[in-house]
């Protein structure tokens, strides 16, 4: 697509997009780390097999409880156990899996947005479905090696060194079953919380600029209608988020995605299907919030000085 007054090219858009969400991803994933951490715990205190005690249910005879603990219980045990640097632990993973991710995100949707012959974000609900959807499932692929090192990082089972010894080890001992463990939970999560969240976002921006008459709307929206994506996507899409970290912690426990689902419900009931929805949804609606109102405005940035 060549370029014109009023759009960037599908070139310059491809490096805006890996460059703005790599800043972005660097940003969030620094400051939400912590909410990670404890909704990994909250979701791996309680499971099958050898690991099954759970790392903060210790009772003061030193026997353990299978009762859930909370968001806020879990930040106070963490803090008083390993003090308050823990609550960034798992932070290289996290850091390596999700600015890149992020950046082939938007890259991504960039590239399929412009294949259609819309670069200015004015989809249809059926086109922003697939595009979130086939985005998402791209980087999830690709990293998905990444992130089973980070959820096994946070959830306090193991005691790798680092992020190269975590991955020799895991391909070593488990093969690259281990390395994608939880593939199809992975993209029962995040290719439907993409799909959904651009859907959302694209429509909610689409009602901003009925009220306001604006187009594109004022940078003032973008926030709160990534809040109010993000916060409706979690939602939907918060168990298949437990199931994933049960499969990528204990593999072996946790084969399959049916499998996983029916223990889960067994342990816990339906409410253990959304196990650490409060910080889930917190970092994941914080952060995608954050990460499109960055986009966004260095997209305008960049229009706004080629148009000058």
């Not at 106070?76 to 960034?88: D, G, H, M, T, Y």
């Not at 281990?178 to 993409?194: E, H, V």
């Not at 199931?243 to 399959?256: A, D, E, G, L, W």
């Not at 910080?279 to 954050?290: E, V």
Request: aromatic residues 10%.
């Amino acid at each position: 697509m060549a370029s014109n007054n009023k759009t960037i090219s599908r070139g310059q858009g491809t490096v805006v997009a890996l460059g703005a969400g790599a800043l972005s991803a660097t940003c969030s994933t620094l400051m939400f780390q912590p909410l990670d951490l404890v909704k990994t715990r909250m979701q791996t205190s309680i499971l099958r097999g050898p690991m099954a005690a759970p790392v903060y249910l210790a009772a003061a005879n030193g026997s353990t409880t299978t009762t859930a603990i909370g968001m806020f219980s879990m930040f106070n045990s963490v803090i008083q156990r390993e003090r308050f640097p823990a609550l960034w632990t798992g932070i290289s993973p996290s850091l390596q899996r999700c600015v890149p991710s992020i950046s082939i995100y938007f890259a991504t949707i960039h590239l399929l947005k412009t294949s259609i012959g819309k670069v200015d974000g004015n989809i249809s609900p059926l086109q922003a479905l697939a595009t979130g959807a086939t985005a998402r499932a791209v980087a999830a692929c690709t990293f998905l090696p990444m992130t089973v090192v980070k959820t096994r990082f946070e959830s306090g089972h193991f005691q790798y060194n680092s992020v190269i010894q975590a991955l020799r080890y895991i391909w070593l001992t488990e093969g690259s079953k281990g390395l994608f463990s939880g593939l199809s939970a992975t993209l029962a999560r995040d290719a439907p919380f993409s799909a959904l969240y651009l859907l959302f976002y694209t429509q909610s921006k689409q009602a901003v600029i009925k009220m306001t008459g604006v187009e594109p709307p004022p940078a003032m929206y973008n926030f709160p209608c990534g809040v109010v994506s993000g916060l409706m996507a979690s939602v939907i899409t918060q168990p298949f988020d437990v199931i994933k970290t049960r499969m990528q912690v204990k593999p072996k426990t946790y084969p399959t995605l049916s499998a996983t689902l029916l223990v889960t419900i067994k342990d816990m009931g339906l409410k253990g299907l959304f196990t650490g929805f409060v910080p889930r949804a917190t970092r994941r609606t914080l952060m995608a919030a954050f990460t499109w109102a960055f986009y966004e405005e260095i997209v305008c940035f960049i229009q706004h000085g080629r148009n000058k």
